[in-house]
């Protein structure tokens, strides 16, 4: 256990659903982030808050909303997405994230696109 | 951003040790070195972190010559649970970090 819980595990939606993934960190973190990662692909980091504020944005598209309501708490909205968003989505936090600070990733949510 | 680049995979046998080696030639002087372990279906999670000479803790080491272009982790004695993808990262920022495609380590029985 790594501190860092994500709900659902597993997730199958059609394209025109809309789900939430969820991620909790019990670790006092500053700092947390969304992670994509495709079948043999490195992880593409998605978006970043620190101390609740969006700090960086990697051009994903708008089908994909995050929201960050406190320190401890991260959700990734997804609506109409397509198959190739289909995916491991991780999170992690970390203590801050100005400077070089361990990341505790999540187990995941693996996502189908159907 | 620096750029790093590690070979695509390594075969070793249980109780060998293996070093791993990362070539980050465009390394700025405020980045740091960091390692992490990856298996199926999990993220991945924190070896160790160095920015120059040599650092060791209870599960790896980490080499890295005076230049700082390369950097070497060094697996001591490993076990089969020791098979995962191994992420080598230089930045001076977590927010900035780039997992690459990292090393895929299987070791044999």
């Known amino acids: 256990e790594t501190g860092v819980t994500q709900t659902p595990r597993h997730l199958v939606m059609g394209m025109t659903n809309k789900k939430s993934l969820k991620c909790e960190q019990h670790?006092?973190?500053?700092?947390m982030y969304w992670y994509k990662q495709s079948a043999k692909k490195p992880l593409e980091l998605m978006f970043v808050y620190s101390l609740e504020e969006r700090v960086e944005n990697n051009s994903v598209p708008s089908r994909f909303s995050p929201e960050c309501p406190n320190s401890s708490h991260l959700f990734l909205h997804l609506h109409t997405l397509q198959p190739e968003d289909s995916a491991l989505y991780l999170c992690?936090?970390?203590?801050?994230?100005?400077?070089?600070?361990?990341?505790?990733f999540g187990p995941g949510t693996r996502l189908l696109v159907l | 951003l620096a750029k790093t680049t590690q070979p695509i995979s390594m075969d070793s046998y249980e109780g060998q040790e293996v070093n791993i080696t990362c070539s980050h030639n465009?390394?700025?002087?405020?980045?740091?070195i960091t390692w992490y372990q990856q298996f199926p279906s999990q993220g991945p999670r924190f070896i160790i972190q160095?920015?120059?000479t040599k650092v060791t803790n209870e599960v790896a080491s980490l080499f890295i010559p005076a230049d700082r272009k390369s950097s070497t982790l060094s697996l001591p004695r490993v076990s089969l649970s020791d098979t995962a993808v191994y992420y080598c990262?230089?930045?001076?920022?977590?927010?900035?970090?780039?997992f690459g495609t990292g090393t895929r380590l299987q070791v044999f029985p």
């Open positions: 992690a936090s970390s203590q801050g994230s100005a400077g070089q600070e361990t990341q505790y």
């Open positions: 160095g920015y120059k």
């Open positions: 990262l230089v930045g001076a920022s977590t927010d900035k970090l780039i």
């Open positions: 670790l006092g973190h500053n700092a």
């Open positions: 465009n390394i700025a002087t405020n980045d740091y």
